[in-house]
């Protein structure tokens, strides 16, 4: 039989690291990262997030005409091509999943468990084969972040999954989410529902991590990772069963062909803990408590 394609699954919330995540770890030889794989399909179609980089795949081609996906996607484009797993993201059956993250694996696990979302896992599964064959890596890592799709590819029957749990600071995302509203101008976050929302977030995470209990996970902190990027680096490449490699200092794309991923990914960036969020709850004691609580759980 033939050896079986290992895929580095990144969980974790937005604006959490995912990208220098993803990006560190595509410098090992033994790696091709895809970034979001989840976000192909809404590249292909220019719909969803990416409007920013015209949802170009990171080489700055449009994905149907970069090198790489076209030749991955070639045999497997079809008029069902769904690369994101579906789910009923804030109805009141995650609601309460979220709240009881160790009691709720049946219910997860049956909204994968429908007729679109097996296509799309099947999809899923010769996506990876086709990008192990183009690309001779047996290692793929993708930092889709979606910790519903991380169930729905443990289903992928060509693949073994490797999960790495990405946190960070709850104060940091719902302040980065707040900016990046800002900026993007699609809406103004208010700070407690922002906060909230990232609890909301972060236990159907670890609701996910725990009914994935049967593979293998590991957690990394962002804020580990940008003080210590080797030591951490070390832990993942132990973890993966991957040959040690020195960590990188730079954030940097380099003959990548990634999909999505954080804005700022273009721009050549030394790996270093962004810490501009702790002025904003200089003047805001009361969230910071809060999201200092919301870190316990
Ligand atoms: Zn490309």
């Not at 990171?58 to 030749?71: A, R, T």
């Not at 040690?244 to 273009?266: C, K, Q, V, W």
């Amino acid at each position: 039989m033939a050896e079986k394609i290992t895929v580095i699954y990144i969980i974790s919330d937005r604006r959490s690291g995912s990208t220098l995540l993803e990006n560190m770890l595509s410098k090992s030889e033994e790696i091709i990262s895809v970034g979001e794989l989840a976000m192909l399909k809404g590249h292909i179609n220019k719909q969803g997030s990416g409007a920013l980089w015209n949802w170009n795949c990171s080489c700055g081609k449009p994905v149907l005409e970069c090198e790489f996906w076209s030749e991955v996607i070639n045999d497997i484009y079809d008029d069902n091509f769904q690369t994101k797993i579906k789910w009923p993201f804030k109805s009141a059956k995650i609601t309460v999943t979220s709240f009881f993250p160790k009691s709720s694996c049946k219910t997860l696990w049956k909204f994968i468990s429908t007729r679109k979302n097996f296509s799309t896992i099947n999809t899923l599964n010769e996506i990876y084969q086709s990008v192990s064959n183009s690309s001779s890596k047996k290692i793929i890592v993708d930092s889709s972040k979606d910790p519903m799709q991380a169930l729905a590819i443990s289903k992928c029957k060509n693949i073994t999954p490797k999960y790495i749990w990405l946190k960070r600071d709850t104060r940091a995302i719902t302040y980065s989410k707040i900016k990046r509203a800002k900026i993007n101008k699609s809406s103004h976050k208010r700070g407690l529902r922002t906060l909230a929302a990232t609890l909301f977030f972060k236990n159907i995470c670890a609701s996910a991590i725990h009914c994935l209990k049967k593979y293998s996970t590991l957690n990394i902190s962002y804020e580990a990772l940008a003080a210590n990027p080797q030591q951490e680096l070390d832990k993942i490449c132990n973890y993966i069963g991957l040959k040690n490699y020195t960590a990188p200092d730079y954030m940097e794309l380099s003959n990548d062909h990634t999909i999505g991923g954080t804005p700022g990914r273009f721009e050549r960036r030394p790996v270093a803990e962004d810490t501009t969020w702790k002025n904003f709850y200089s003047r805001k004691p009361i969230l910071n408590l809060l999201g200092k609580f919301a870190n316990r759980f």
